[in-house]
């Protein structure tokens, strides 16, 4: 079936450019890319993106989709709607469920279900050791075999450092890309927040933010001496940021992602102790939130996530240190993701390099990109359109967003997937 996108603002993160124009979708593959927003061509279908933007769907590493073992918070079904109705057109999901996907039997098992419940692309990581208890290293090479496209324990820190010495010198004989988790597990053992003034006002047990810097020079230092390939999966404080420049002045393989949480909120939304703000790391200080979206912005941080973590309402309804710690972010990311936007750190095709491209030049995908033969995993949105967040309105069964009752810009109008319309408004 061939579709006709035009009158489109087309935001190509590749070449940095965001024109009016039109794009023909032919096999689930894009095939001509036009300058002219009404082309007079032949097509099955024709969609009028009334001058709203076309981007490559985002690609979202680090969702939680909690089958096996707590499918009533989130399962493949659910999740791939709202991940339709967000504009993300692949997922690549995490690995701390219960049992952990440690391995190939239940990353198949997983794959299975991916394939055949959720509308949009799933492709899996694994636990780097076995059950995350960072005491015995997973079956990397067969884990590869069977689909995982990485290795990561997740939250469970690995504090053997000739531990995950051995697991990050057998993934680079296998080049294949690490997750780590930048967070001291000792010093942020029982923190619901950040040091400072605020977290001794609310009597909350807090960590340093130097946890984070900690862990993160501790890794880039066996980073160094293994050559592997290693992504951070969400740094948050702007004191781990030099560090990171550091590390890749010296051309170590190694990139770092950011949370759109961290990036749109701060610590002072848990004055009143709202468990739906309670996230992991917890919400830092307003200039380290300022701090990473110049970062994202001159591509120090490379790549925004959603770090979608179901909880259901009785986890959360508990009081603040006692209560579950994440959020949901699959329908929430890309409106967020416009309040940078909005607030002029950066232009919408560097942002869709966070959101779409680098994530898909690190894991090796075709997909992120404007380009003829790329596959036709597109979004339209209208990044104006306001609203205001009604958590029972989304298609997770977990409703634990700290964006409801907020007046938010940003509305997804058609999703695609390899050219099949998965989702529209």
């Not at 491209?357 to 209208?382: K, M, Y």
Request: glycine share 8%; charged share 20%; aromatic share 4%.
């Amino acid at each position: 079936m061939t579709i006709l996108l035009k009158n489109a603002r087309i935001i190509d993160p590749e070449q940095g450019t965001d024109t009016l124009g039109a794009i023909l979708i032919d096999d689930g593959k894009i095939s001509k890319i036009m300058d002219i927003p009404n082309p007079v061509i032949g097509a099955k279908r024709t969609v009028d993106c009334g001058g709203k933007c076309l981007a490559p769907g985002i690609i979202d590493i680090g969702v939680k989709v909690c089958e096996p073992g707590e499918r009533h918070k989130e399962s493949f079904s659910s999740a791939g709607a709202a991940a339709a109705a967000g504009g993300i057109t692949t997922m690549v999901i995490r690995p701390d469920t219960s049992p952990a996907i440690d391995s190939p039997e239940t990353l198949e098992f997983v794959y299975r279900r991916a394939v055949s419940d959720s509308r949009v692309n799933v492709l899996p990581m694994a636990a780097l050791t076995k059950n995350r208890e960072g005491r015995e290293m997973a079956e990397i090479g067969f884990l590869q075999d069977t689909g995982a496209v990485a290795f990561t324990d997740c939250d469970h820190v690995i504090t053997d450092n000739k531990i995950f010495a051995r697991c990050l010198t057998y993934a680079n004989s296998q080049n294949a890309l690490v997750l780590s988790h930048s967070q001291d597990p000792n010093l942020s053992k029982g923190a619901v927040a950040t040091s400072g003034a605020l977290a001794t006002k609310l009597g909350l047990p807090a960590v340093s933010v130097m946890a984070e810097r900690l862990q993160l020079q501790r890794d880039m230092t066996l980073v160094e001496m293994t050559g592997a390939r290693l992504h951070i999966d969400q740094l948050s404080t702007a004191v781990s940021l030099p560090i990171l420049k550091r590390a890749k002045d010296k051309g170590l393989r190694v990139t770092a992602g950011a949370s759109i949480h961290h990036l749109t909120l701060n610590e002072f939304d848990i004055e009143g102790y709202p468990t739906f703000f309670k996230i992991k790391p917890p919400l830092r200080s307003e200039d380290d939130r300022i701090a990473l979206a110049e970062a994202v912005a001159s591509g120090l941080i490379d790549i925004i996530s959603s770090m979608h973590t179901p909880q259901d309402a009785e986890s959360k309804r508990l009081p603040f240190e006692g209560a579950a710690s994440g959020a949901i972010a699959l329908e929430t990311l890309l409106p967020a993701a416009m309040q940078l936007i909005h607030g002029e750190y950066m232009d919408l095709p560097i942002l869709w390099k966070a959101l779409s491209l680098n994530p898909a030049n690190l894991l090796g995908l075709e997909a992120g990109r404007i380009a003829i033969g790329a596959p036709a995993d597109l979004v339209v949105f209208d990044p104006d359109k306001p609203f205001v967040m009604d958590r029972t309105q989304l298609k997770s069964k977990s409703k634990n967003t700290p964006f409801d009752g907020r007046r938010m810009q940003g509305k997804v109008l058609h999703t695609f997937v390899a050219g099949q319309e998965v989702y529209t408004a």
